[in-house]
């Protein structure tokens, strides 16, 4: 947001919206005003005073949705759809498999690798190589479902890049990532969405769905998809096989990865959900706002 969108905005008021930033990842020059017409809006809508015709008509907008709920804005964006919640992020994320792996250490089994020192005569997982950002996946069940844990505590907590995109097939898909380009996707199914919202509206469902109503029948399940890797050139040429990346507090002082991991989750807030920016006008300084990190909780 430049100083122009700042000025825009109440000068008395304090809002809190995310600014998203991520590495190889850029949003839309006009992502910065919009984002301000929506602040502003925000901002009346809570001192419960009237919109001007032009605004009424910017809420009601697929971008106003978009951008109200924290997301970025790219070309790819699909805009008019509502991201997830966290409770549905983690749910799909733990959802278990038949031995008891979660959805989250079974996607982490098969990337972890692609973060490990990439040498180009041995681009394979059996090279595992230094840890990297992604740490090893290793150890029984427990230990890799509590290890995945933790890297899902981590990227909601350090989250800051969210966006949802379409997919071929009419798949929605909603990214989160940290700074450093790492993350994890989850989609939904809009077109099986949409087949049983016709099918209520034809008569052509169970008496359980008619109970629930159309909106609830209607529903499809987000599903974790799985990890991502930054944006890289050559990236499917490569593997997604980045050099060493490996966060501090990913390892402990003797260089262990996994292990590390999967100790600590017993300590993970994983209430603590996704980064946003607290901006504060000051109308008598140079920079009429500055950015403060905060944390929101899981509802």
Not at 16 to 33: D, F, G, K, Q, R
Not at 130 to 138: F, S
Not at 148 to 174: G, Q
Request: with cysteine; glycine share 8%.
């Amino acid at each position: 947001m430049t100083e122009d969108d700042a000025n825009i905005l109440p000068q008395s008021l304090t809002i809190t919206v995310p600014i998203p930033h991520c590495y190889n990842m850029e949003e839309l020059p006009t992502a910065s005003s919009a984002r301000a017409q929506t602040i502003q809006i925000l901002s009346l809508i809570k001192e419960k005073k009237t919109l001007s015709p032009s605004q009424l008509e910017f809420q009601s907008s697929p971008l106003f949705t978009h951008l109200s709920s924290g997301l970025a804005l790219t070309t790819g964006s699909a805009l008019g759809y509502k991201p997830p919640t966290p409770s549905q992020c983690l749910a799909s994320f733990q959802a278990p498999n038949k031995v008891g792996l979660t959805a989250g250490a079974r996607a982490w089994t098969k990337h972890a690798h692609r973060s490990q020192q990439y040498h180009p005569s041995a681009a394979s997982k059996k090279n595992k190589g230094e840890p990297g950002w992604w740490g090893h996946a290793q150890g029984p069940r427990d230990i890799l479902n509590e290890g995945a844990h933790t890297l899902f505590c981590k990227i909601v907590k350090e989250a800051s890049w969210r966006n949802l995109h379409m997919l071929p097939h009419d798949v929605l898909a909603y990214e989160m990532r940290v700074p450093e380009g790492y993350g994890m996707r989850w989609s939904r199914d809009l077109k099986a969405m949409k087949e049983k919202k016709e099918g209520f509206e034809d008569g052509h469902v169970g008496d359980e769905e008619k109970e629930d109503g159309p909106s609830e029948a209607s529903e499809s399940p987000w599903t974790f998809r799985g990890f991502v890797e930054p944006m890289m050139e050559n990236g499917h040429e490569l593997g997604w096989r980045h050099e060493l990346t490996r966060p501090p507090s990913m390892v402990n002082e003797k260089g262990q990865g996994s292990e590390a991991q999967a100790s600590s989750s017993s300590t993970c807030e994983c209430s603590l959900f996704l980064s946003c920016t607290t901006i504060e006008l000051f109308p008598h300084r140079t920079s009429n706002y500055r950015i403060k990190s905060q944390l929101s909780r899981i509802i």
